[in-house]
């Protein structure tokens, strides 16, 4: 009996994890994706759901900057600029960016290739909002920390961050994706960055299943 081949994300992970390169098998995911070979799972027409929930229940202010963490083909990027955000939107794959820009080629949003665990100095404490969508569990639990502190340090003082994710109640070893557990989510808050409120909502799209979504803010001196 054989086994099945496993699905193109984990089978590529496994290879890059193997040669210790953390993102490394996001570049090669949509270059198969854009031959036609692969698919990227996360991939979607509409923004998220749980974001565009959030954005329901909240006056945010528009006019402030924004940075979408992982941006992927910048679905959820676009819906942010629609609500008066100026929005930078980053990928580590640059077959992913020049995807985005192909898909929305009068977009207001600034696309750039970054990677999360060394992002550009000129991102500290640069954004009123940012955007973090099953990116940072998209990586091995070794490197959560890394990525989640690359995240808070993108907050202006006075910022918000939001956070969806997936949960685990422990830490998984087999990904991707590797979900975060709540002692993980609770670590976006560090020094001045409080939780506002961290909930466990319902997935849409599989009945049965949660996601975390957490609300998070920067202090203003």
Do not use: K
């Not at 590529?12 to 390169?21: K, N």
């Amino acid at each position: 009996m054989t086994s099945e081949p496993l699905p193109a994300d984990r089978r590529l992970a496994a290879e890059a994890l193997a040669a210790d390169d953390p993102t490394g098998w996001f570049e090669p995911l949509y270059v198969e994706a854009a031959a036609g070979t692969s698919v990227v799972p996360w991939d979607r027409e509409d923004p998220n759901p749980l974001l565009v929930d959030w954005f329901a229940q909240r006056a945010t202010e528009p006019g402030g900057t924004a940075l979408v963490v992982g941006c992927g083909y910048g679905t959820d990027a676009e819906f942010v600029a629609a609500q008066g955000f100026r929005t930078t939107a980053f990928d580590v794959s640059p077959t992913a960016i020049r995807g985005a820009r192909a898909r929305f080629p009068q977009s207001p949003v600034t696309y750039t290739v970054a990677d999360l665990l060394r992002p550009p100095a000129t991102w500290t404490g640069a954004f009123d909002l940012v955007v973090e969508s099953i990116t940072v569990q998209s990586l091995p639990p070794e490197v959560h920390a890394t990525a989640i502190a690359g995240i808070r340090a993108a907050l202006a003082p006075g910022a918000t961050l939001l956070v969806v994710a997936d949960v685990s109640a422990t830490t998984p070893t087999a990904g991707p994706p590797w979900p975060l557990t709540r002692t993980e989510i609770e670590s976006f808050a560090d020094g001045d960055i409080t939780p506002v409120r961290i909930d466990l909502v319902p997935r849409p799209d599989i009945p049965g299943l949660h996601r975390w979504r957490a609300e998070f803010h920067r202090a203003t001196p």
